[in-house]
């Protein structure tokens, strides 16, 4: 998975809850985003990063928040999860912008 | 109506089958094109890149792009058992980031 690295893979927790998923990368890559899949959804962006501090909302970003504080990590934070936060999360990474994106082996977050 | 339009499938074929896999989209600014393929509790992997109009052929894989129609397809010729998996497409207009997704077809090839 193109040097990505995400943890936890499955999480299960509580409604109200702090949730964090970690993304580790190894390529040296600029941009880094995550995703949430879901069935008739399919994978739609919640935040992106365009450089170490660097972040932007993507179309799914209520209730998520973001960090990056070194070029390989990017943390995604539920501050109080819900049941509709219950998904598969990807992590991706790509060189350029808007371009090739290389993905994680994604999370599975159950929030009962 | 969703930006990117893709039929969910799920697609059965016989092994050697030739399969052709398709999209719609609607905003004329897409000019990056990009066909994903997903196996089941994995991450998605690219498997085709194109900018632009026009084909382009990597091994049994072919992605043809249609803008005047606004339509791409993904061509898998010799299908194989191991090319079941969902396969997504994607495009960009180059701008900030934002990379839209199709829902994904379910492929299987039955030996």
């Known amino acids: 998975d193109a040097g990505i690295t995400q943890s936890p893979r499955h999480k299960v927790t509580e409604t109200g809850t702090p949730v964090t998923l970690r993304c580790h990368q190894t390529?040296?890559?600029?941009?880094m985003y995550w995703y949430r899949q879901d069935p008739g959804h399919g994978l739609r962006l919640i935040h992106y990063s365009y450089g170490v501090k660097d972040t932007d909302k993507g179309e799914v970003s209520d209730g998520y928040s973001v960090s990056r504080s070194k070029t390989e990590d990017f943390l995604l934070t539920l501050e109080s999860a819900t049941s509709s936060q219950t998904s598969v999360y990807f992590c991706?990474?790509?060189?350029?912008?808007?371009?090739?994106?290389?993905f994680g082996s994604g999370t599975q977050l159950s929030v009962l | 109506q969703k930006e990117v339009e893709q039929d969910p499938g799920p697609l059965s074929v016989p092994e050697g089958a030739i399969v052709s896999l398709n999209c719609t989209y609607s905003?004329?600014?897409?000019?990056?094109f990009m066909w994903y393929r997903q196996y089941s509790r994995k991450g998605p992997e690219l498997l085709m890149y194109t900018y632009s109009s026009g084909n382009k052929e990597d091994g049994r894989f072919t992605a043809q792009v249609d803008k005047s129609s606004k339509y791409i397809s993904l061509f898998i010729r010799d299908s194989q058992p191991s090319d079941s998996a969902t396969y997504l497409c994607?495009?960009?207009?180059?701008?900030?980031?934002?990379?839209?997704f199709g829902t994904g077809t379910k492929l299987q090839v039955i030996p």
């Open positions: 994607a495009m960009s207009d180059g701008g900030y980031q934002k990379v839209t």
């Open positions: 991706a990474i790509s060189e350029s912008r808007g371009e090739k994106l290389f």
């Open positions: 905003n004329s600014a897409f000019q990056y």
């Open positions: 390529e040296n890559h600029r941009y």
